[in-house]
């Protein structure tokens, strides 16, 4: 297997255990050293590029979960020791070395305490992280010894960091103000891009790594020697020297055997795939024309050049023609040209295996080589040196000094192996037939860190970046698992508050809806019961001769005389109307302290019913709003609206009987009640013909005479006693017919008269009141015509119920009387409690359903949240094997 990794055999006419051994210029007894590089190197090869693939695939994940779940990019900050809160009860004294602050850059103002562990595994570690306020303090302690034996894992962004401009420097206002700009989202789109552009760098990668061949870029300063350098390695005056800046071009420089053995060079053409058997990908030029085609090129066109040459040294001495890999030797534009060519350089390095840099010994290392050289280093642990021009270096000594001064600045790994990485030679020399001993030095541990150690300068800067990347992705893994950790406490801390409210409510429903409905029907009954009592009494009273309620601002009339008779009749009977009115209006106000009780109460199941947090009803019942007419917006009065019941006609509430034309006739029935006496003496055949007569208003032949009666008596100047008159009528028809009796007659009869006047004039002012409340009483069954108006306008029915009692048996007015105020009162206390009870019942649904709704969102944030969870931990897990395959493969 390691023969493939071997330069195609065509091209070495030697055999293969023959070449190894003396291409690499070694004896032959390392020739089972070299093939064992050879397997190792293989080997790593092969682990690299699992790594490499397993690095892309999770980050691939991570690039698929970031559009389902956020991905969080957070950062972690040192505490200073007064900052630090120790938890209750916990007894350490020193800090824990491993707990940091996590904040995230959407959110900068809200930190978390964790503390990073490394648990050990597979004599690895890979970063985890708890928030302190899990964690107990026996865990606490065990991740400090742990700590104590090894090394912090990373902690920090390398190659996966955003530029967010957030550190321990920004203050509060302005990471407030960042929150404002940089959204979960906006950063998740970064770090898309950033992951995006690492996996972009990661196929390059794994083409490098794959690529048999090894690529060699020599870059350096301006004028350093860079072409002096190459022209030495190939002992050939091949690249075009100047003392001033010349090379405009990239010159990969390969073994002929590589061109059919062909020397010629190759310009390549631009945005198609170089391929060496296709001329279309490229224009055919000589040797002679190189000068020509790499001086003075346009600064933003810089061409790239192939240039075949036949090494003919032996492969133990030349680079290119060496037998075990294709390589290639670049020769790039000076650093520190301009800007364009500059960048250009940069963009190179990621694609090679070596740096070879070539800095003049006169000059040392300038700002723009020290850049170059910090950003190479990043990737490349191990750069290849090459202090050029030193022959005429007086003091040799101090150029050395400065020299690795710097070189262990920007590469410290670099130094440590600066004995084969740091060469101190004059390449003009080289070039000269007389001995270089230092460059053949420089020569033979190039050829060996690119040949041999490939595991070095190959493999070691894929693995570098590769462990960089993962340990990224575990700190991305970690910090992103203690967010979905906290948020899976916190749905689930909310379902358990929310839950048991739903559940609560949903059992309650049913009787919040009982009590309601009862607590209407209840308060309508009392309404309507008391209303009943009220005007039941009230009519009692009337028909006894008394104000149906007693009012401060109403009385009886004094009684004027026998001769204002009529007049007082009239004055009682509106008083009595006027305290039907005052009794309408005290059931109005019953009900009103009825319904306000039950308007209170209904709030009170509201406060039972309804959860905390739950807007209560703030409307105030105002209960002098019921039964009150209000304006249309016309201005015109409505008998009712909303609902309120008129009694009384166009004259509204509290003025209705009293101010009623047909009410207020009086008649002399009023004095008389003539069909109420005759109802105690007749049968009761006549009593119902009395009555129906008084209804239709037209009188009977005995009402007339009664009528008569009364006229003749008060012609005389007196009122004699309906009764007493029909005694002395009956007694005088009996004595008429016998004869002692006639003898007798005009005595008597005077003295009857006397009698009946002195019964008149006594008795009648006391009778009137009663007489009157009696007969309004009776009359109240056939008022005309009494509106019943509802919301929806007049209601016929009640109207012709309260009319004449259609719908009643016949002469039970009072009934209807009482019935219809009863329903009209019913139906406004009905009115207002339903309205609060469909208040009530609406924000009870309203809230269960908002409950309902926030228990489903918190099962979702919990179901995802535990997968984002399980899911940053296995990455994280996952993660951590890769490094370790990654480093594995790192071994030189
Ligand atoms: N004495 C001496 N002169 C050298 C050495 N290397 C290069 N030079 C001279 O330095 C000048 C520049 O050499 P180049 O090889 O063209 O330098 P470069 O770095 O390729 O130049 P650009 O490609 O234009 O950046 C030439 O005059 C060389 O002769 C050396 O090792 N010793």
């Known amino acids: 297997m390691a023969q493939s990794y071997f330069k195609a055999r065509v091209a070495s006419p030697v055999n293969d255990s023959f070449a190894d051994t003396a291409f690499l210029g070694l004896g032959a007894e390392k020739q089972l050293k070299v093939e064992d590089v050879q397997e190792a190197y293989i080997e790593q090869k092969e682990k690299l590029v699992a790594a490499l693939d397993g690095t892309k695939t999770i980050l691939n994940e991570i690039r698929s979960f970031n559009r389902e779940w956020v991905v969080r990019y957070p950062t972690l900050r040192e505490q200073s020791q007064e900052n630090v809160e120790e938890p209750a009860g916990s007894s350490a004294t020193k800090r824990h070395p491993l707990r940091r602050s996590l904040t995230f850059a959407d959110n900068p103002a809200s930190e978390t305490e964790v503390v990073l562990s490394s648990p050990i595994r597979r004599g690895r570690r890979s970063m985890t992280m708890t928030c302190l306020s899990d964690m107990k303090e026996e865990q606490l302690n065990a991740e400090e010894a742990d700590d104590s034996e090894s090394l912090l894992p990373t902690s920090e962004f390398q190659v996966l960091r955003l530029d967010l401009k957030l550190g321990s420097h920004s203050s509060a206002n302005d990471s407030a103000s960042l929150v404002s700009q940089l959204e979960k989202n906006s950063i998740a789109n970064l770090l898309d891009e950033r992951i995006t552009s690492s996996l972009s760098h990661l196929d390059k990668l794994r083409l490098r790594v794959e690529d048999t061949s090894s690529k060699v870029l020599v870059t350096g300063d301006l004028n350093s020697g860079k072409s002096t350098f190459v022209n030495a390695l190939l002992r050939r005056e091949v690249m075009p020297v100047d003392q001033q800046p010349c090379t405009t071009a990239f010159c990969e420089v390969h073994d002929a055997a590589e061109n059919g053995g062909t020397e010629e060079v190759h310009v390549l053409k631009e945005g198609v795939t170089y391929d060496v058997r296709d001329e279309a990908t490229f224009t055919r030029r000589t040797l002679s024309d190189l000068e020509e085609i790499v001086v003075d090129n346009e600064e933003d066109h810089l061409p790239k050049l192939k240039v075949y040459l036949a090494d003919t040294r032996a492969p133990s001495e030349s680079l290119l023609n060496n037998g075990v890999v294709d390589i290639s030797l670049i020769d790039a534009p000076g650093l520190n040209r301009d800007n364009t060519h500059t960048t250009s350089v940069f963009s190179r390095q990621e694609e090679i295996d070596v740096v070879v840099f070539v800095v ?35 003091n040799k000594e101090r150029c050395r000094r400065l020299v690795m001064e710097q070189v262990k600045e920007f590469s410290p790994q670099t130094y440590e192996d600066a004995e084969d990485l740091v060469h101190f030679v004059d390449s003009a020399a080289a070039l000269q037939p007389c001995a270089n001993p230092a460059f053949d030095d420089l020569e033979s541990s190039l050829r060996s860190f690119v040949l041999v150690k490939r595991s070095k300068s190959k493999l070691q800067p894929v693995s570098t970046y590769l462990v960089k990347v993962l340990s990224d992705i575990e700190f991305l893994a970690a910090a992103n698992a203690v967010v979905a950790t906290t948020e899976l406490h916190n749905a689930t801390e909310e379902l358990s508050q929310v839950k048991p409210v739903v559940e609560k409510m949903k059992t309650e429903s049913d009787s919040l809806n009982t009590d309601l409905t009862n607590e209407e029907d209840d308060r309508v009954s009392a309404a309507q019961s008391d209303t009943r009592k009220i005007l039941s009494s009230a009519l009692d009273r009337l028909s006894k001769g008394l104000l149906s309620v007693e009012h401060p601002s109403l009385s009886m009339p004094e009684y004027p005389g026998i001769m204002s008779i009529f007049d007082y009749a009239r004055e009682v009977r509106r008083v009595l109307l006027a305290s039907l009115d005052d009794a309408i209006k005290l059931a109005e106000d019953t009900a009103r302290t009825t319904t306000s009780d039950g308007v209170n109460h209904i709030k009170e199941l509201g406060d039972k019913y309804l959860p905390a947090g739950v807007e209560r009803n703030k409307r105030v019942f105002i209960p002098e709003a019921m039964f009150c007419l209000r304006r249309t917006a016309k201005g015109r009065r409505r008998s009712s609206v909303g609902g309120a019941i008129v009694a009384g006609g166009s004259h509204g509430l509290g003025i209705g009987f009293a101010q009623r034309p047909e009410l207020l006739e009086t008649t002399f029935l009023d004095l008389f009640d003539f069909p109420y006496h005759l109802w105690s003496h007749f049968e009761s055949d006549e009593k119902a013909k009395a009555k129906e007569e008084e209804e239709s208003g037209m009188p009977s032949a005995l009402s007339l005479t009664g009528l008569g009666l009364s006229a003749m008596t008060m012609l005389g100047g007196q009122l004699v ?13 009996q004595l008429l ?45 056939n008022l005309q015509p009494v509106m019943i108006v509802s919301s929806g306008g007049p209601r016929k029915k009640d109207y012709k119920r309260y009319a004449n009692g259609e719908d009643e048996e016949k002469g039970n007015g009072e009934e209807t009387f009482l019935n219809v105020h009863a329903e009209r009162i019913g139906q406004e206390t009905r009115k207002v409690l339903r309205l609060i009870v469909w208040d009530l019942k609406s924000r009870f649904d309203k809230a269960l359903d908002e409950r309902k709704s926030e228990v489903r969102g918190a099962e979702e944030e919990e179901k995802k949240a ?27």
């Open 737 to 781: 017919e016998s004869e002692t009796a006639k003898k007798w007659a005009a005595p008597v009869l005077g003295a009857l008269t006397i009698g009946l006047a002195g019964y008149v004039v006594v008795e009648l002012p006391n009778t009137i009141p009663r007489t009157v409340g009696r007969r309004i009483r009776a009359e109240i069954g």
């Open 866 to 892: 535990r997968k984002a969870k399980e899911w940053f931990e296995e990455v994280g897990k996952r993660t951590g094997d890769v490094r370790e395959t990654a480093m594995l493969g790192s071994v030189a």
């Open 721 to 733: 006693g309906l009764r007493g008159m029909i005694e002395c009528v009956v007694r005088v028809t």
């Open 360 to 394: 003049s010994s006169e000059n040392h290392f300038t700002l723009s080589a020290k850049e170059f050289l910090l950003n190479a280093s990043k990737e490349k642990a191990y750069i290849f040196i090459v202090v050029n021009k030193f022959n005429q270096i007086k």
